[in-house]
């Protein structure tokens, strides 16, 4: 049986992940430490609440101490690292607690886990897996061949920048002093609870109250699109699999540009307005409510400063040495995921407004502090 700690497990990646990680390994621990940003929601752990091996500790990963104290309590062997500041528009007009947080708050973590596994160590097998993202490398030309594991790190925004010194600072700690380490790098990701922020949720939910879809520049960056269920279990196989001290490329070999991607959400919006008629009830203000393309609300707006023109990720490596593929196609995954929009609707109206506090409350009582 593993004990893992999951930080970040409340918010979208790190929620999915442990719904998974529940489904696929029931008889193991799952403690997660979250601090509850305007990004984390107790709300995306419901599905988990009853597991008995299930825990959830409200906390911030900068804490000094608090890692090591939960590491010990629960004998964790594993610890998968999601907790961070993650939207780059926000970084760009608040750097410093990207800083504080993906930075020193990372460094926090490995000196528990060196702390409490290398020098106290009981001698069981351990891992700490850090989630890492593809930004690192910096941005391609249309010609570029994708991102390998080797790509230099060129990192562009304060966030890629603070996602990047948090992948030295793991990869020290396994050259230094041979902590357990994997890191994995991975493409954009969308699916079920994602805060309504990054592209194609915020496009899905103005789309359903009328509202612009804001498209950055001249809607021709590029991003590779992973459905999240997908990276979970990339992250389950480097995790079980993976070569201690390596990192591996996660992506879905699907490059898009934004404008491509906008413009299937909106079609993907209309048909699901044609084959469900209650729907035009509960959105009025979608232009799909009066058969009038929602296409219609997409609006070019001033671009991000920096904006990287193109990510590609190669996936050889963990193809090659885990086997791992993608389950899901766009196509598919993006129907799913604007079906979970459209039916939980409660959730992203109260992450949104932050009422979404007073349902944990009421939820959970004195257990979310
Ligand atoms: P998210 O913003 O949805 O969730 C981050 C979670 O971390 C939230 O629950 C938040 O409350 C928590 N958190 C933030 N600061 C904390 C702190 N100081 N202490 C404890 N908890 C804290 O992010 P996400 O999209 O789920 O991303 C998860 C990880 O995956 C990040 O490390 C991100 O860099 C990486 N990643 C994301 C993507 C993507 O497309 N979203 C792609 C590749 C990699
Ligand atoms: P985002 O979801 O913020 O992810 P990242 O910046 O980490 O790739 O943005 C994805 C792409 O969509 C990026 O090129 C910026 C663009 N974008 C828009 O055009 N409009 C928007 O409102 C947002 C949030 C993003």
């Given amino acids: 049986m593993a004990s893992l700690l999951v930080t970040?497990?409340?918010?979208?990646?790190?929620?999915?992940?442990?719904?998974?990680?529940?489904?696929?390994?029931?008889?193991?621990?799952?403690?997660?430490l979250d601090a509850l940003t305007y990004a984390g929601n107790l709300a995306s752990l419901e599905p988990v609440k009853a597991h008995p091996g299930f825990a959830f500790v409200h906390g911030d990963i900068r804490t000094p101490g608090l890692a090591e104290r939960l590491m010990r309590e629960h004998e964790v062997t594993l610890l998968v690292h999601f907790a961070a500041e993650s939207h780059v528009d926000r970084s760009i007009v608040g750097p410093d607690v990207f800083i504080e947080t993906n930075v020193a708050g990372t460094h926090e973590l490995l000196k528990a886990a060196q702390k409490v596994w290398l020098e106290e160590g009981s001698g069981a097998e351990v891992r700490f897996?850090?989630?890492?993202?593809?930004?690192?490398?910096?941005?391609?030309?249309?010609?570029?061949?994708?991102?390998?594991?080797?790509?230099?790190?060129a990192p562009n925004s304060p966030y890629a920048a603070s996602k990047a010194a948090s992948d030295h600072l793991v990869r020290a700690y396994h050259h230094t002093y041979g902590l357990p380490v994997t890191t994995s790098n991975c493409s954009n990701n969308y699916g079920p609870f994602q805060f309504p922020e990054k592209l194609i949720p915020l496009m899905l939910v103005n789309a359903l109250d009328g509202k612009?879809?804001?498209?950055?520049?001249?809607?021709?960056?590029?991003?590779?699109?992973?459905?999240?269920?997908?990276?979970?279990?990339?992250?389950?196989?480097?995790?079980?699999?993976?070569?201690?001290?390596?990192?591996?490329?996660?992506?879905?070999?699907?490059?898009?540009?934004?404008?491509e991607i906008v413009r299937l959400v909106?079609?993907?919006?209309?048909?699901?307005?044609?084959?469900?008629?209650?729907?035009?009830?509960?959105?009025?203000?979608?232009?799909?409510a009066a058969e009038?393309?929602?296409?219609?609300?997409?609006?070019?707006?001033?671009?991000?400063?920096?904006?990287?023109?193109?990510?590609?990720?190669?996936?050889?490596?963990?193809?090659?040495?885990?086997?791992f593929y993608p389950v899901e196609t766009f196509e598919t995954a993006l129907r799913k995921t604007v079906g979970w929009y459209l039916a939980n609707e409660p959730w992203w109206r109260a992450v949104m407004d932050g009422s979404y506090r007073d349902w944990v409350r009421h939820q959970y009582g004195a257990t979310a502090s």
């Fill in 8 to 32: 970040g497990g409340a918010g979208f990646i790190g929620a999915n992940f442990v719904h998974h990680w529940v489904r696929a390994h029931p008889g193991d621990r799952v403690v997660v």
């Fill in 129 to 153: 897996h850090h989630v890492s993202t593809d930004e690192v490398y910096g941005s391609l030309g249309p010609g570029d061949p994708p991102f390998t594991e080797t790509t230099p790190y």
């Fill in 212 to 259: 612009p879809l804001p498209v950055y520049g001249d809607g021709l960056n590029i991003r590779d699109w992973l459905y999240v269920e997908d990276h979970c279990r990339a992250v389950e196989r480097v995790i079980l699999e993976g070569r201690v001290g390596e990192t591996y490329n996660i992506g879905g070999r699907n490059q898009s540009t934004n404008l």
């Fill in 266 to 288: 909106c079609l993907q919006v209309d048909e699901a307005f044609r084959a469900d008629p209650d729907l035009s009830a509960r959105f009025p203000h979608c232009p799909a």
């Fill in 292 to 323: 009038r393309g929602t296409s219609n609300l997409i609006t070019f707006v001033r671009d991000r400063p920096g904006h990287d023109r193109r990510y590609a990720i190669d996936a050889a490596k963990i193809e090659r040495e885990l086997g």
